[in-house]
Structures are given as structure tokens and as C-alpha cells.
């Protein structure tokens, strides 16, 4: 496994528009979180699923953010209507959900809306 | 809510030195772990080391140490012989409730040569 996985790295887009991203979390892993991280802060926390259950959604997450993971394996993030203040990097991280849960970050795909 | 404070935007250090970064959280919450994360300049986030607070004994990872002070809500990292490869943003997290990560805003650490 050669760990967590996002897709596409970088996305510029026009204001308006819906974008969507894909995670692919390490296999067996049955938490996926997806975080928010603009330039020079510390990641803010969107939303997590337990397999395919979404727990717990942030109150950043308006409602034109969607996240789902189908089948408790890869899990995709949209965002409709995309405004400039979306702009951000989008971190996507999986854990076991056992013990001391330790949470593995992709790189991340960087949303510029223009 | 948890909050978690690194007071130290940017610090620097020389190569071969040694150097600490500060954070700082607030927490109800008594059984918990805390984790320091690396952040190079365009590359993904890495564990650099974890503490569990129940746990009298400071983490150490090689170079990288902990000074962990439960009572003060303290969470220090130290870095010995820094080397050109740590120069990285560095968070400090706490993870909510055993799972969401609440993060510090973060220390940019530049290692001169």
C-alpha cells in the first residue's frame, strides 16, 4: 500500500462552477477525514466518515459542500457553486479507528477559484 | 471546544543546534493523545511524534523529544542536531474526542546552514 491517495493534486476553476475531488484511503483503514487548510493555518476539520457512515459534519461544511464514501472505501468531496473564498488546500486522511488512531494524510488537492 | 495555541509563527535555528517549538491547549478531557505534525514546503503531512497524556514519560523519536506538562496544558517540541531536511511547517494537534484533529496554527521552522 503505498498510502493515502488524492485526486487531482491541483484544480483551478471558475467561479460558479462544481468541483469534485476523490480520496483513496489506505486499505483497511475504516476512518476517512477530510480537512480544509488555507495558506499559512493549521487544517481545519470538514467531516469524517466511520466506513460509510459520515459521523460528524463541521459547521464550515455550507450546504453547497457534500462529501460521501461508498461502500466504506474511496470517498469524494463536492462543492457546488465554488466561490473564491473556496479556494483552499483540501486534505483527505484515513486511520484505523482503533488505539491511538493515528491519522495519515494525502498531499492534498489545491482548489483555486478564480 | 478544544483549542490548541502555538504562539511562535516563524523561529530559525542553525544547523547542528537544537531548538524548542511551543504549543499550548485547552481540553475537558483527561485520557488523550498529542501529536506533533511535519508539513515540508509542498510535500504531505507527517507524524513526527505522539504523547499519551496518561503517560508520566516524555516521547522521544530520535532527535525529536517532547516536553509534555499535563497540569499546564503544555505540549513542547525539541528538536536536537536540526538538520537542512526539518526545515518544515510544524503543527501541534490534539484529536477531539479520540478522532477529529483540532490543529495550532503552526511554526515555521527554517534550519540555516
Known amino acids: 500500500d503505498t498510502g493515502v491517495s488524492q485526486d487531482p493534486r491541483h484544480k483551478i476553476t471558475k467561479r460558479g462552477q462544481n468541483v469534485t475531488f476523490r480520496c483513496d484511503p489506505i486499505s483497511e483503514h475504516n476512518r476517512l477525514y477530510w480537512y480544509r487548510q488555507t495558506l499559512g493555518q493549521g487544517p481545519e476539520f470538514l467531516t469524517y466518515f466511520q466506513n460509510e457512515a459520515q459521523l460528524e459534519k463541521s459547521r464550515l461544511l455550507s450546504d453547497r459542500f457534500s462529501a460521501e464514501r461508498p461502500k466504506g472505501s474511496f470517498s469524494t468531496l463536492e462543492i457546488q457553486r465554488t466561490e473564491q473564498g473556496d479556494s483552499a488546500m483540501y486534505l483527505c486522511?484515513?486511520?484505523?479507528?482503533?488505539?491511538?488512531?493515528?491519522?495519515?494524510f494525502g498531499p492534498g488537492t489545491r482548489l483555486t477559484v478564480t | 471546544a478544544q483549542t490548541v495555541t502555538q504562539s511562535q509563527p516563524e523561529m530559525s535555528v542553525q544547523e547542528a543546534e537544537t531548538v524548542t517549538l511551543s504549543c499550548t491547549y485547552d481540553t475537558s478531557e483527561n485520557n488523550y493523545y498529542l501529536f506533533w505534525y511535519k508539513q515540508p514546503p509542498s510535500r504531505q503531512m507527517i507524524l513526527v511524534i505522539r504523547q499519551e497524556a496518561y503517560k508520566q514519560q516524555n516521547a522521544t523519536e530520535n532527535r525529536f523529544s517532547v516536553n509534555f506538562q499535563k497540569a499546564a496544558k503544555s505540549f513542547s517540541l525539541k528538536i536536537s542536531d536540526s538538520q537542512l531536511g526539518d526545515t518544515a511547517m510544524y503543527f501541534c494537534a490534539f484529536p477531539e474526542y479520540g478522532n477529529k484533529l483540532v490543529f495550532g496554527a503552526g511554526t515555521i521552522l527554517r534550519v540555516k546552514s
Open positions: 486522511a484515513s486511520s484505523q479507528g482503533t488505539g491511538v488512531d493515528e491519522q495519515y
